[in-house]
T-cell receptor, first 113, second 113 residues
Framework: EPEVTQTPSHQVTQMGQEVILRCVPISNHLYFYWYRQILGQKVEFLVSFYNNEISEKSEIFDDQFSVERPDGSNFTLKIRSTKLEDSAMYFC???????????FGDGTRLSIL | QKEVEQNSGPLSVPEGAIASLNCTYSDRGSQSFFWYRQYSGKSPELIMSIYSNGDKEDGRFTAQLNKASQYVSLLIRDSQPSDSATYLCAVKNSGAGSYQLTFGKGTKLSVIP
């Protein structure tokens, strides 16, 4: 069964450094998402991406965050200057059509030191 | 602010019993509802989706939706120790464009052998 893949599984970065989290959504899916989950807290929406542009972003997704779909398969989340509070699990999700469920990747655990 | 509320638990049930998980949501316009299972340190895994009032059964799982009461539930019959996990209720945004999910905090289920 096709799945969403994310790399790396764990990223450790010094505060202030840039980090790029990578995702390969399911190949025929059209809608792409990033969510994050701080340890012990709920899953929170960051950004949605459709038709090669951001369709919506949350208050969390400030100017330090950006997303790209540089080719037909990858979907990346960049954090320009990481802060301690960016430490969390970051999940990529994709969806074929708007009336279908989202499928999640295994996540990237981001640890900011 | 769209809210999804769940009892955080923990909910403990003996093996073979029925586990009942509940969720309420604030956005009356919501049309799509999902239950995800999340094992500790892992990503959300889709269990059930439900879109219309009533019951939907899939194996040992039954989702129930009551839009008038803004209430969704998940029943797990013949609970197994492997069902021990956190169950996340998620509601898809009813607004146009992004279709992002709003998650509850999750209910932690423990099935006691």
């Amino acid at each position: 069964e096709p799945e969403v893949t994310q790399t790396p599984s764990h990223q450790v970065t010094q505060m202030g450094q840039e980090v790029i989290l990578r995702c390969v959504p399911i190949s025929n899916h059209l809608y792409f998402y990033w969510y994050r989950q701080i340890l012990g807290q709920k899953v929170e929406f960051l950004v949605s991406f459709y038709n090669n542009e951001i369709s919506e972003k949350s208050e969390i997704f400030d100017d330090q965050f950006s997303v790209e779909r540089p080719d037909g398969s990858n979907f990346t989340l960049k954090i320009r200057s990481t802060k301690l509070e960016d430490s969390a699990m970051y999940f990529c999700a994709s969806m074929r059509y708007s009336n279908q469920p989202q499928h999640f990747g295994d996540g990237t655990r981001l640890s900011i030191l | 602010q769209k809210e999804v509320e769940q009892n955080s638990g923990p909910l403990s049930v003996p093996e073979g019993a029925i586990a009942s998980l509940n969720c309420t949501y604030s956005d009356r316009g919501s049309q799509s509802f999902f239950w995800y299972r999340q094992y500790s340190g892992k990503s959300p895994e889709l269990i059930m989706s439900i879109y219309s009032n009533g019951d939907k059964e899939d194996g040992r799982f039954t989702a129930q939706l009551n839009k008038a009461s803004q209430y969704v539930s998940l029943l797990i019959r013949d609970s197994q120790p492997s069902d021990s996990a956190t169950y996340l209720c998620a509601v898809k945004n009813s607004g146009a464009g992004s279709y992002q999910l709003t998650f509850g905090k999750g209910t932690k289920l423990s099935v006691i052998p």
